[in-house]
């Protein structure tokens, strides 16, 4: 049994925003409220997440990024959890299985950034994840070409929803993707902690 969990309503469009978040920045606000706007979703959570895989080097203590995560994001249908680490675990697509049996009727979308698509292929199981829910991108400084011309998205072509209808995403059954260009805000985690900006 899952304490305290997020709370969705079968049919509600959740959007998912899966990260170290180490640490969270304007540039994760801003992707959000775009991605709450684009894609028809009724909330996104912020899955903060215990450690990201394909990283050689741990992140910050979860607490201290789940505070600093609801420090910078607020918003009435945002919500900030650590979701992940209580599911125990660490895979996207064990966390998209999981939390699909934990809300059945809840349409869940994965978001990510366009620089995320151009590595999906190297996460666990992704074609498990593009077949299991939509996947709304959101395009960021210097990914786009890179984005659209990657493995996953040249696999899942077919399945491309155009940018005028990225709306019906989150009513859309998978596998659907769709790639939108948000206005931009050229920040990163990696840049901030670069500069210490996180002690």
Request: hydrophobic share 45%; charged share 20%.
């Amino acid at each position: 049994m899952i304490r305290n969990k997020p709370l969705a309503r079968p049919g509600q469009a959740v959007g998912l925003l899966g990260g170290s978040f180490d640490p969270p920045h304007g540039g994760h606000v801003h992707i959000t409220r775009e991605a709450l706007k684009a894609f028809g979703l009724d909330r996104v959570w912020w899955l903060v997440s215990p450690g990201n895989p394909l990283k050689e080097r741990g992140p910050a203590p979860l607490a201290q990024r789940m505070a600093a995560a609801r420090a910078v994001m607020r918003h009435p249908r945002v919500e900030v959890t650590d979701i992940e680490a209580r599911l125990g675990t660490r895979a996207t697509a064990d966390t998209l299985a999981a939390l699909r049996r934990l809300y059945p009727g809840v349409r869940f979308v994965w978001l990510m950034g366009a620089d995320n698509l151009a590595q999906l292929h190297r996460w666990q199981n992704w074609r498990q994840i593009m077949e299991s829910v939509p996947v709304g991108v959101l395009a960021r400084p210097g990914d786009r070409i890179s984005a659209r011309m990657s493995p996953a998205a040249r696999a899942y072509a077919p399945h491309r929803i155009d940018g005028q209808a990225r709306h019906l995403l989150g009513r859309s059954a998978a596998p659907a993707w769709c790639f939108v260009n948000v206005p931009m805000v050229d920040v990163s985690s990696t840049q901030i902690r670069a500069r210490g900006g996180w002690a």
